[in-house]
């Protein structure tokens, strides 16, 4: 784990991940991103509404076996709603998302199989192939903005960094998910879980519930 | 373990579970529920999920209302301000259903934009496991759960018929095609995830396969597949704590479960078991049957006229057990008829058994073709006759034959232990009265589930319309 300061209030700001090279600091909000050991102050992130989620820096759970902590989170907002992109470190050092939307829950690892589509070429029910994973089926895609983020993440997520996002579904629970963004196209693989499957543990305390 | 008791794994009190990864508690927060005044008619409205929820109705005006930014769009406005709906489910109460807690947060009347049937949704929150619906139609309850999956909808073969049906990856147990139609939400009140609008029609289909039904909503943007499940209304009065009774249907409904139909499947392997058995059993014991011919006799009569006191010599049936003896007449009867009366007498006790045959054959041919009725042959089976000896005396009478007045033969004879047939048709009937009675049942129930399909196998497809 490396640590550094804050630039603004020097306070530790942790990067558990190597991957990471954007974090929020926790106590004066300044938003971060990392030059190898240096730090760059880009913005500062205000409060979010609460959005009840249950999950919080710091919540572990397991997925395929493998224990995982949640480090850093994207909240996105698009032109129905919202969704937070929790950014998972797993215990053997590799990385992961956990989406989080009204009660669904998927989790998903970068995929580096198949040929990506051009972001153009995108539209509902074509076909994509995703190597030894099979033939993948378009969704949905999307434009979101990032609105929040907190903890750690592996790109500048600052308040208003843009990208489309596109769902697809593969066999049995299977899904993934292309996010082209402007400094990178990057593909995700995985599966929707139940809630209870992930046995998380260090959830976030619901007043009432 | 989370989920057993249904509620997640919570730190205690802010205390960490295990000695890792320790975060420190999360600072006292505001006070989530948001109030603002409503921009339609400016009274006050609570948002209770501000985060969560995207869209809020006015309690006052009924105007639904985007609550995702500070603007607080009207997204619709509701014309008439009605107390014709009757939430049964009271928004903000709490209860334990399916063995997780939910909150009761938003209330739809929705309808099928062709026949204007209704129906009432109640959206359910709880901030780990999402949303569920809980959906009322006129006192019969399901229980929705949005789905990621894409079923496979296919036609398939159901009983005798094809149809379009749903498949979950979990089975190959076809959710077969009830409805289809687009639905409209005609009234809305309380917070829901989505930017609900009044008036907005999707493209629903509905499946079932009680107790669940697989529906699909589809509008321009997405397809979102929902698995329902049927509820008791008692389970939802317990869930909720309610004090006044859900209103009762005492009717069938598309998902609920028949209990005809659960006696009809336990009953009929058994009831398959039982006939293969009998009719086994029957073709065993006519093999062991004596079935020996113990006399037979040829008489001579002339067409027309009456012949009496016929007698069949003595013969002797050597089984000391009593069993049955069947007589066989075959008489040339052609366009005529032939007629014995008589007894079987024992020889050695005098017991005598009554006898009476009629050999009636009928032929010709008219415009429908060739056509015949009746047979030259007439048998009488006697049941319970001891072993002994035995004659047989008759008398004989016969029609005309076609003006053919030369002497015509006719034969007896006499079978012992024929293979029995009666027991085993009376014990097979009686076998399956039980059975025939939950076929009638279920189909009964199975008739009124589809009454309101447009998809209805029980009405031929021509006047399904």
Known sequence: ?209 | MAGNTGDPELPANGQPQDGESVVPPPPARKPLARNFECTNCGASVTVKYPGASLSCVCESCHAVIDVTNEGYKILSTYAEKTEKYKILLPLGSRGTLKGKKWEVIGFMCRSDVASLYYWYEYLLFNPYYGYRFLTEDKGHWNFVTMTKEKPEVKNTAVGFRSCEAAFLEESNQPFVIYNRGKSRVDFVLGEFYWRVRINTEVFATDYINPPRMLSSEEDNSEVVWSIGEYTPREEVEAAFNLQDKLPKSTRMYATKPSLALADWKAIWPCWLLVLVFLFCAQIYFSGQAENVVVSQFTGNFIPNQKFTDVTIPKFTINSKKSGNVHIEVNAPSDNSWFWLGGELVNNDTGDSYPLEFSCEYYHGVDSDGSWSEGSTQSGHTIYGVPGGDYYINFDGESGDFRNNTNQQSYNVTVTRGVPEWMNWFIASFFASMIPIWAWILMRRDEVARWANSDFNPYVSSGSSD
């Not at chain 1, 880009?42 to 480090?71: C, H, N, S, W």
């Not at chain 1, 983020?149 to 500048?156: I, K, M, Q, R």
């Not at chain 1, 990057?186 to 998380?200: E, I």
């Open chain 1, 1 to 209: 784990m490396l640590t550094l300061s804050c630039p603004q209030c020097g306070a530790n700001v942790d990067f558990k991940s190597k991957a990471s090279v954007y974090a929020v600091c926790s106590y004066c909000k300044a938003s971060l991103v990392r030059h190898d050991v240096d730090l760059e102050k880009i913005g500062v992130m205000a409060d979010l509404q609460d959005d009840m989620t249950p999950l919080q820096l710091g919540t572990t759970g397991m997925y395929e076996k493998e224990r995982f902590e949640i480090i850093g989170r994207m909240r996105v907002a698009y032109s129905d709603g919202f969704w937070n992109e929790w950014y998972a470190l797993l215990s053997d050092g590799r990385v992961g998302w956990l989406a989080e939307a009204q009660g669904f829950y998927a989790f998903c690892m970068p995929f580096f199989e198949g040929k990506i589509p051009t972001v153009d070429s995108i539209r509902v029910g074509k076909t994509v192939d995703m190597g030894s994973k099979g033939i993948f089926e378009v969704d949905d895609f999307r434009m979101v903005k990032a609105i929040y983020s907190e903890g750690e993440l592996p790109f500048a997520a600052a308040k208003g960094r843009e990208s489309t996002s596109v769902d697809l579904t593969g066999f049995q629970n299977e899904m993934a998910t292309i996010e082209y963004a402007k400094e990178s196209t990057r593909v995700f693989l995985g599966k929707y879980v139940d809630f209870d499957d992930y046995q998380f543990k260090n959830l976030r305390h619901l007043d009432g519930w």
